[in-house]
């Protein structure tokens, strides 16, 4: 994940944000992770889930009167295992009404049984946890998403999908469904159950079924873009009901 400070903090922000790192203590391993390693050995082990630290980063940014929460985020083109990198701007705001803002990235890695909208959801998590790690000078854990201590023996320079067992994956290619609830993502900027829900209306809206053709879902993608001004009121104007069941 790259980092850049967008602006200067105040004094204000600059003494409350000291104070807080001060007091943030290290967080606890609410967390358990069990897997067999290539060479055969297992590792079992405890780590901090990103959700706890959230937790905790929260209650020691309020104690102090600190606010932390992402402001907007868009999309580029990825490299390797990442079809596309997300780009976050977080705000660090002081109850004096003292601001910085600071731009993070972090890759969108879909693969088996993690679609493109739970890859991009994923992304989303995993930066805002490191974001707070960086901020509160947080000591790292050993979690199994900390990448020095994931199990890469496997991958190989050059090889975007890497290698198991001698063969080669095939990179999956998000179908016109994941696109589409990753289009109504970056659009309303919604996730979860609110999601899948403006999804269902959409596709109700766009005559979109779980049997659509791929040619059908992409011009839906491309008809739901038009509406990120207005999105709300453009979904409200359809019926409501089970038409787009296909889109969860």
């Known amino acids: 994940m790259a980092n850049e400070t967008l602006d200067r903090p105040g004094v204000e922000l600059a003494k409350a944000l000291a104070k807080a790192?001060?007091?943030?203590?290290?967080?606890?391993?609410?967390?358990?992770?069990?897997?067999?390693?290539?060479?055969?050995?297992?590792?079992?082990?405890k780590y901090a889930s990103t959700e706890h630290l959230i937790i905790k980063a929260k209650e020691c940014l309020h104690s102090n009167g600190l606010s932390f929460y992402r402001e907007h985020y868009s999309f580029s083109d990825g490299v390797g295992d990442a079809p596309c990198i997300i780009s976050v701007v977080f705000a660090l705001r002081h109850e004096s009404g003292e601001c910085v803002r600071m731009n993070a990235q972090w890759p969108v890695v879909p693969g088996p049984g993690r679609p493109m909208d739970k890859a991009t959801g994923a992304a989303l998590t995993?930066?805002?946890?490191?974001?707070?790690?960086?901020?509160?000078?947080?000591?790292?854990?050993?979690?199994?998403?900390?990448?020095?201590?994931?199990?890469?023996?496997?991958?190989?320079?050059g090889h975007s999908s890497g290698q198991h067992n001698g063969?080669?994956?095939?990179?999956?290619?998000?179908?016109?469904?994941?696109?589409?609830?990753?289009?109504?993502?970056?659009?309303?900027?919604?996730?979860?159950?609110?999601?899948?829900?403006?999804?269902?209306?959409?596709?109700?809206?766009?005559g979109i079924t779980g049997k659509s053709t791929a040619e059908q879902w992409a011009a839906a993608t491309e008809e739901l873009k038009t509406h990120?001004?207005?999105?709300?009121?453009?979904?409200?104007?359809?019926?409501?009901?089970d038409g787009g069941e296909g889109a969860e």
């Open 21 to 45: 790192q001060d007091e943030m203590k290290p967080v606890g391993k609410d967390g358990r992770s069990y897997f067999k390693m290539k060479n055969g050995n297992t590792v079992d082990y």
């Open 126 to 157: 995993s930066c805002l946890g490191y974001a707070l790690r960086d901020v509160l000078l947080i000591p790292r854990s050993d979690e199994p998403e900390t990448m020095d201590c994931r199990d890469d023996g496997g991958y190989e320079p």
């Open 167 to 206: 063969r080669r994956e095939v990179p999956k290619v998000p179908t016109g469904r994941e696109l589409f609830q990753s289009a109504a993502m970056d659009t309303t900027g919604l996730m979860g159950n609110d999601l899948n829900a403006f999804c269902r209306d959409a596709c109700t809206r766009l």
């Open 228 to 241: 990120a001004g207005d999105w709300r009121a453009w979904v409200s104007n359809g019926t409501a009901g």
